[in-house]
């Protein structure tokens, strides 16, 4: 729950600004793809809740979303692996009859000093984070161009969002994989942008700072971690899945059409160099 908010403030923020539009959100059991795909379906899209492992929290996370009467069902792929990919997007088309958004949420870690990274380490961390996200954008932007734009659902013919990371200019020792791996997704995402903003498609990205979430639960889950963690945030305060899902929507929705190839810091300010706030 973010601090001083409702559901119903943020049923009334995101109103209905997806109406009718299908989603899809990628690793959306967990964490921010789950804050995500459930505010999406409270504004409006029918959403397909993917997830790798854990059936039981992505069908909790699909009775969600049907509480707000759009439509929804869980499928598992394995993101990083090209023909469950394309599965997964041929059967939304069948059911959803199309996708309007995909949100390239999965991602992992594996952390470890460079020196001692193995290469199955430094592989998975790419394979999921990096070619995933190009594997599920591939297969949305072939249904995005084959259907085109529909004037009464959303000025663009598509919109992919992809799950960055601050670490996608911030270096980070002992995570090179991860670090590299968001690096990457920045460039794919621009490169992407540039060459599919002729057929009417949008591609950005929503770069988070320190979000509650399992992926980093070391960083948050005693007092002294979250403090140290809190002189990396100017705002002081770790953020939670919400303040990411809300930053998707927005841009996913016609309210951000103009928005192209961007990538949206949600972090507190931890991208403004915090140590030269008293020092340099
Ligand atoms: P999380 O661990 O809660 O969620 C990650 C999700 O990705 C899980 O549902 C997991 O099952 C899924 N996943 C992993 N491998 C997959 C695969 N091969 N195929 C399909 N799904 C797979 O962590 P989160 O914090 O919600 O992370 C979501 C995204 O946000 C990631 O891309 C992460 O890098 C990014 N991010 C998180 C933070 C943060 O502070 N939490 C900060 C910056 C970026």
Known sequence: MVAGSTDEVRGAMSARL????KALVTGANSGIGRATAIALGRAGADVVVNYVAGEDEAEQVVAEIKGFGVRAYAHQADVSDEAQVVGMVARMVEEFGTIDILVANAGLQRDAPS??????????VIDVNLTGQFLCAREAVK?????GVVPEVSRSAGKIVCMSSVHQIVPWAGHVNYASSKGGVGMMMETLAQELAPQGIRVNAV???AIRTPINRSAWDTPEAESDLLRLIPYR???????????????????????VGATLYVDGGMTLFPGFATGG
């Open 115 to 124: 020196v001692e990274m193995t290469l199955a380490q430094w592989q998975k």
């Open 143 to 147: 249904e995005f161009v084959r259907r």
């Open 237 to 259: 305060r770790v953020g939670e899945p919400e303040d990411i899902a809300n930053a998707v929507v927005a841009v996913a929705s016609d309210l951000l059409d103009y928005v």
């Open 207 to 209: 770069a988070p700072g």
């Open 18 to 21: 997806v109406a009718g539009q």
